[in-house]
Nanobody, 121 residues
Framework: QVQLVESGGGLVQPGGSLRLSCVAS????????MGWVRQAPGTERELVAI???????RYADFAKGRFTVSRENANNTMYLQMNDLKPEDTAVYYC???????????????WGHGTRVTVSS
């Protein structure tokens, strides 16, 4: 089982930046897929970015050009750098993981508890 812990959320003004972190622990496969998913109040979860361990990051359209995801495999940490934040980015951001290479976040088998991001003036 893999455990995930997110951090870095908070309140930020429109146009500001935040960097989220996700630290994974437990028995991780060498080939795996991690990603960020968010859920705004009253909506379903939606993909932010998905990152296979071998590369090939894929972003949601709203994230392209503003968000950057990266992984430090040596310390099992994934980051989400979010720039030019907008009020519509307000959501709880979740880190997810699955063994192997996955094309969709809906196959993630482990989830963190989420970190809340609020974009407001």
């Amino acid at each position: 089982q893999v455990q995930l812990v997110e951090s870095g959320g908070g309140l930020v003004q429109p146009g500001g930046s935040l960097r989220l972190s996700c630290v994974a622990s437990g028995r991780m496969y060498s080939f795996n897929t991690m990603g960020w998913v968010r859920q705004a109040p009253g909506t379903e979860r939606e993909l932010v970015a998905i990152v296979p361990s071998g590369g090939g990051t894929r972003y949601a359209d709203f994230a392209k050009g503003r968000f950057t995801v990266s992984r430090e495999n040596a310390n099992n940490t994934m980051y989400l750098q979010m720039n030019d934040l907008k009020p519509e980015d307000t959501a709880v951001y979740y880190c997810g993981y699955t063994n192997g290479i996955a094309a969709s976040w809906k196959g993630f088998i482990s989830w963190g508890h989420g970190t809340r991001v609020t974009v407001s003036s």
